[in-house]
């Protein structure tokens, strides 16, 4: 009996370790899903047209290939980490700002500011990001 129990207490870990490496540590998903996930909220909130949400689709993925570079070439440095993404965010936003006419991008300004208060109170709330 103490056999079937070790054995089944192994699996069960074995198991459980495999599943927390699905998605190899990335937060939110595949870039792809990310890009379609982050197209969709913006087409919601900012009522894009079919050809806008092709161009942010684009966009989203050809970021998301940059940040996964980026990523792998700078490893564990968060602190350089944290620049780069920020300067790829600005850089993105840019683009989609383009892509946008003037309406939307009065509410994707609102919305973007609405995104940097939040992470600044998630920095706060664990202990400045650290």
Known sequence: MKKLLMICGLLFSVITFANAQDGQGRRGGTPEER???QTET?????KL??????KVSAIYLEQGAKMRKLRDSLGDD???WRGVMVKANEQADAKITAVLNDDQKKAFATWVAERKEAMKKRQEANGGGQ
């Open 42 to 46: 913006l087409a919601e909130k900012l």
């Open 78 to 80: 968060r602190t350089a």
């Open 49 to 54: 047209s079919d050809d806008q949400k092709a």
């Open 35 to 37: 890009a379609k996930r």
